[in-house]
């Protein structure tokens, strides 16, 4: 009986093997030539005509269905820009709703000729160098974040961290990769803030509002983020500039480092809130009236600091390199040495003891802060030193620093996301609603003097 069950089994595989031969002969039969298709016409050969040698064989044995070649009239496109799907006045719409300079967003904007440092000065084995370090870091810090993810530690620093690779990094490659993090992580962080009464803590505000000014470019949707953004900060504006901000207004020159450190940021945010979204996040105080007072900050130098570990040196270097940042959009636009003479004093005066303590976080920023008035290995000696510095300081998983005794997860990518940022070359855009915020206060301070 199971040898009879057999030979029916064996009987149904042939018959189904034959049956499959037959379909596919058949097919192959009755296909239509790919040249044919595409209204190729092979020439004809007098094979009685030709030697041996000239003569050619078909490709195939298989009848081939002639299709009739039907001509097609060019359909006439509006110009496009380059490497991109949307015309130059969609373009144009999309930067005036968005209340930005009229130019392509995305990773295949050519960046300017004064794309910088590296180009001025034949040092292309240095930049290589740099490139490879960057991306090593950017790739370590990408996957950082998803294993020790966390909204809390993480947050909007992370979305921070990609974004600016994204916006001006002259790598191609550098800008796309980021972008595509940054995209991944701020949908995520949109949907964060949304969450019942998280917008109601100040701190939240502030970084959802943040987040808001990084949308168009990543190309997301603001909505429904805005609209409830935009109550939050409304009701809380009218509890008092003091709620806002949390300290007194008034006494910003008697201000502790991280207080000033604080309201800087978060004037700085709502600045550029208002300036990207009119008509809403209108606080009253701008950064016309804290950059005075930053100017003023009394900076303690590495030699006359006597705290354990240097800790007040290393917050007020901290809060000078974010003035810096603060006043050139987190290195987006060009800056003068005359926007922040008394934290670039103080930079360049502790160079070098930043160096001495191997802090890579340090010397990370002040080598960022350092090209963003222009400077760089070819006519910089302290650019050059920190530049060598970081490349020799990587470890060899692609991060910086002795991130694994951090419990903070923003502590521990803190090392590399310094030293990416101080390595990375970069370009600036020009005439942007911010730049020309910026720039009538900063005129006005420096005649204030």
């Not at 962080?189 to 808001?212: H, I, Q, S, T």
């Not at 222009?374 to 991130?403: C, I, P, R, Y």
């Amino acid at each position: 009986m199971r040898r009879k069950e057999q030979q029916i089994a064996l009987f149904k595989i042939g018959f189904l093997t034959c049956f499959a031969m037959v379909c596919g002969w058949l097919f192959i039969q009755t296909e239509p030539s790919k040249e044919e298709d595409l209204g190729i016409q092979r020439p004809k050969v007098n094979f009685a005509k030709t030697k041996s040698s000239e003569r050619t064989r078909p490709r195939t044995r298989r009848k081939v269905r002639s299709v009739p070649k039907v001509a097609r009239k060019p359909k006439k496109r509006k110009p496009t820009s380059r490497k991109s799907g949307r015309s130059e006045a969609e373009w144009a719409a999309l930067a005036k709703r968005w209340r930005t300079p009229v130019q392509e967003p995305g990773v295949n904007r050519k960046p300017p000729p004064h794309c910088t440092d590296s180009v001025k000065h034949p040092v292309t084995s240095l930049r290589y160098k740099r490139d490879q370090a960057i991306i090593r870091g950017m790739k370590w810090m990408d996957a950082f974040a998803e294993r020790r993810w966390s909204f809390s530690s993480l947050g909007i620093d992370s979305v921070y961290i990609f974004i600016e690779l994204a916006e001006n990094s002259c790598n191609p490659y550098i800008r796309s990769y980021s972008l595509k993090v940054a995209q991944r992580l701020a949908s995520r962080m949109k949907g964060f803030y949304l969450l019942p009464k998280k917008l109601d803590n100040v701190g939240e505000l502030f970084d959802a509002m943040d987040l808001l000014t990084m949308l168009p470019f990543l190309k997301i949707s603001p909505q429904p983020l805005l609209t409830e953004t935009a109550k939050a900060f409304e009701r809380t504006r009218k509890k008092g500039l003091e709620k806002l901000y949390g300290v007194d207004m008034n006494a910003l020159t008697s201000l502790n480092n991280d207080d000033t450190f604080d309201v800087m940021i978060n004037i700085y945010i709502s600045d550029k809130a208002a300036l990207m979204y009119p008509g809403a996040f209108r606080s009253g105080v701008s950064l016309e009236k804290m950059l005075p007072v930053l100017r003023q900050y009394p900076y303690v130098y590495y030699k006359k600091d006597k705290s354990k570990n240097r800790k007040v040196f290393s917050d007020d270097a901290f809060l000078a390199t974010h003035v810096a940042f603060v006043v050139n959009n987190y290195s987006r636009l060009s800056m003068r040495i005359a926007d922040i003479p008394k934290a670039y004093k103080f930079l360049r005066d502790n160079f070098a003891h930043t160096l001495k303590m191997k802090d890579d976080e340090l010397v990370g920023e002040f080598v960022d802060v350092f090209r963003g008035v222009g400077l760089h290995e070819g006519n910089d000696a302290m650019v050059k030193q920190g530049t060598h510095f970081l490349l020799k300081s990587q470890n060899k998983d692609g991060s910086w620093g002795d991130w694994k005794k951090e419990k903070d997860a923003y502590d521990a990518i803190h090392y590399t996301w310094c030293a990416v940022h101080g390595l990375r070359e970069r370009f600036v855009y020009k005439n942007t609603l911010f730049e020309k915020h910026i720039r009538p206060i900063l005129k006005r301070i420096n005649k204030s003097k």
